[in-house]
C-alpha cells in the first residue's frame, strides 16, 4: 500500500443512498445524486447508482465525462460557461441555468448535435449565489428561452445553504406554486421537475413540512456523510464514516512544545502560537496541506493532538497515546464533507474503494 490512502467504503455510501431514498419516496421526491466531492470515483458513482438515485449531478464536466458508462441522466449542477456549453450538451442530459446568453449558446450547441438538452432554470430564494432573484425578470427571459427550439424546459430549481448559509424553509417556497403554474402554461408541461434544494433541504423530509410541489433533491452529503447542512445533524440511521484516511509516521522524536530563539513567520506566513508543555513525544506523518487541511480530519486515536502542519508534514504529539507508535506506523484519521473534497483533488493522495456486499 501508499499513503497518504483515502479508503471509501461503498456498502456505507450504498445503505445510505437506500434508506434516504425510500425516506424521500414517501414524499415522492426524486434523488440526483450530487458527485463533486469524490473527485470522478467511478466506483462512488456506479454505488449511487445502483443503489436508485434518479440521475448523478456534478459541478464539473470532466467528471461527468468520466460517468460515460454509467447510463443514467448526468446533470451538470454548476452553470454551464460559455466555453463549455458544447461539452455540456454532449456530455449531460440535463444542466442548471439562469443566463439567456448561455441558454442561446446551449442551444445552438444542441442543434448542432441534432439534440434536445434539459434545462432546468434555477431561481434564488435568497441563498444569493446563482438563479434568478428578480421574479419578474424571471417572467420577462421566459419569452426568449421559449424561442429556444432545441432546449427542453424541465422545471426549476433553487440552491441553498451556500454563498449566504441560507435555511430553506416550508416558507422560502412561497413564489413556487405560481412560477411552476406560470411555466405550465407556457411550455405546455403537465409535469415539471421541481428541485428543491441540497442536504441542507433535507430536515424538511424527515420532519414533514417539505413542501408537496417540491419532487426532487440534489443530495451529497446527506448521502456520503449521512449529515444534512441546515442543523449539522447527524442521522443515526445512516453512516457517517464512510470515507477514511491514512497516513504513515516518518518520524517520532522528544521535543520542546514551544520554539525557542527568534520566531518568525510560519510556512504559511501566520503567527503561530505555542504553548509551553516541556518536552513532548511527536510523530510527524507524512500528510501535508497539499493533501488535506488538517482542521477537517481528526485521528482515531483521540490521545493524539494535531499540533499543525506544512505542506508535507502533520506534527503530532502522542505523548499521552496508549499506542507505542513505532516509524513506519499507519495513522488512521476520520474525515469530513471538506477534507474528502480536498483528498479527492489532490493528487497526491492514493485512493481505494472497499466492498464486501454483492450487488
Ligand atoms: C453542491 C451542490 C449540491 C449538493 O450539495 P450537498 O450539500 O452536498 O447536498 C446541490 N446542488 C448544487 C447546485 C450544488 O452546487
Known amino acids: 500500500m501508499y499513503y497518504p490512502l483515502l479508503t471509501i467504503d461503498?456498502?456505507?455510501?450504498?445503505?445510505?443512498?437506500?434508506?434516504?431514498?425510500?425516506?424521500?419516496?414517501?414524499?415522492?421526491?426524486?434523488?440526483?445524486?450530487?458527485?463533486?466531492?469524490?473527485?470522478?470515483?467511478?466506483?462512488?458513482?456506479?454505488?449511487?447508482?445502483?443503489?436508485?438515485?434518479?440521475?448523478?449531478?456534478?459541478?464539473?464536466?470532466?467528471?461527468?465525462?468520466?460517468?460515460?458508462?454509467?447510463?443514467?441522466?448526468?446533470?451538470?449542477?454548476?452553470?454551464?460557461?460559455?466555453?463549455?456549453?458544447?461539452?455540456?450538451?454532449?456530455?449531460?442530459?440535463?444542466?442548471?441555468?439562469?443566463?439567456?446568453?448561455?441558454?442561446?449558446?446551449?442551444n445552438y450547441q444542441a442543434k448542432k448535435l441534432r439534440k434536445?438538452?434539459?434545462?432546468?432554470?434555477?431561481?434564488?430564494?435568497?441563498?444569493?449565489?446563482?438563479?434568478?432573484?428578480?421574479?419578474?425578470?424571471?417572467?420577462?427571459?421566459?419569452?426568449?428561452?421559449?424561442?429556444?427550439?432545441?432546449?427542453?424546459?424541465?422545471?426549476?430549481?433553487?440552491?441553498?445553504?451556500?454563498?449566504?448559509?441560507?435555511?430553506?424553509?416550508?416558507?422560502?417556497?412561497?413564489?413556487?406554486?405560481?412560477?411552476i403554474e406560470v411555466l405550465r402554461e407556457k411550455f405546455n408541461k403537465e409535469k415539471l421537475i421541481v428541485s428543491g434544494g441540497n442536504s441542507g433541504s433535507y430536515y424538511m423530509i424527515e420532519?414533514?413540512?417539505?413542501?408537496?410541489?417540491?419532487?426532487?433533491?440534489?443530495?451529497?452529503?446527506?448521502?456520503?456523510?449521512?449529515?444534512?447542512?441546515?442543523?449539522?445533524?447527524?442521522?443515526?440511521?445512516?453512516?457517517?464514516?464512510?470515507?477514511?484516511?491514512?497516513?504513515?509516521?516518518?518520524?517520532?522524536k522528544t521535543k520542546p512544545s514551544k520554539p525557542k530563539g527568534l520566531i518568525g513567520k510560519d510556512a504559511f506566513c501566520e503567527d503561530p502560537i505555542f504553548e509551553d508543555k516541556g518536552l513532548r513525544k511527536r510523530a510527524l506523518i507524512g500528510v501535508g496541506r497539499q493533501d488535506v487541511s488538517p482542521e477537517n480530519i481528526v485521528c482515531e486515536d483521540k490521545d493524539i493532538q494535531i499540533i499543525t502542519s506544512s505542506s508535507d508534514h502533520l506534527i503530532t504529539d502522542i505523548t499521552d497515546s496508549k499506542i507505542d507508535y513505532q516509524v513506519g506506523d499507519i495513522v488512521n484519521f476520520d474525515c469530513n464533507y471538506v477534507s474528502t473534497l480536498n483528498m479527492n483533488t489532490s493528487n497526491y493522495v492514493f485512493k481505494t474503494t472497499k466492498k464486501d456486499v454483492g450487488r
Open 207 to 252: 420532519n414533514g413540512t417539505i413542501p408537496n410541489f417540491i419532487n426532487n433533491l440534489r443530495l451529497g452529503e446527506m448521502l456520503l456523510f449521512g449529515k444534512e447542512s441546515s442543523f449539522q445533524k447527524k442521522y443515526d440511521y445512516l453512516y457517517h464514516d464512510a470515507f477514511k484516511l491514512q497516513a504513515e509516521i516518518i518520524e517520532i
Open 10 to 106: 461503498l456498502d456505507k455510501i450504498y445503505s445510505n443512498t437506500v434508506k434516504i431514498k425510500n425516506k424521500c419516496l414517501k414524499h415522492n421526491i426524486d434523488i440526483t445524486a450530487i458527485t463533486k466531492c469524490t473527485g470522478g470515483n467511478i466506483g462512488v458513482a456506479e454505488t449511487l447508482a445502483q443503489a436508485g438515485v434518479k440521475a448523478l449531478g456534478d459541478s464539473r464536466l470532466i467528471n461527468l465525462e468520466l460517468f460515460k458508462s454509467i447510463n443514467i441522466p448526468k446533470w451538470l449542477i454548476r452553470i454551464p460557461m460559455m466555453s463549455e456549453a458544447e461539452r455540456t450538451v454532449m456530455h449531460c442530459d440535463v444542466s442548471l441555468n439562469s443566463e439567456i446568453k448561455v441558454l442561446q449558446e446551449l
Open 116 to 179: 434536445k438538452h434539459g434545462i432546468l432554470l434555477m431561481i434564488d430564494i435568497g441563498d444569493l449565489r446563482e438563479g434568478w432573484y428578480d421574479l419578474d425578470e424571471f417572467y420577462k427571459s421566459l419569452n426568449e428561452i421559449k424561442k429556444l427550439d432545441h432546449l427542453d424546459v424541465l422545471g426549476i430549481g433553487t440552491n441553498t445553504n451556500c454563498a449566504g448559509a441560507l435555511i430553506p424553509e416550508p416558507d422560502s417556497f412561497s413564489n413556487f406554486p405560481k412560477i
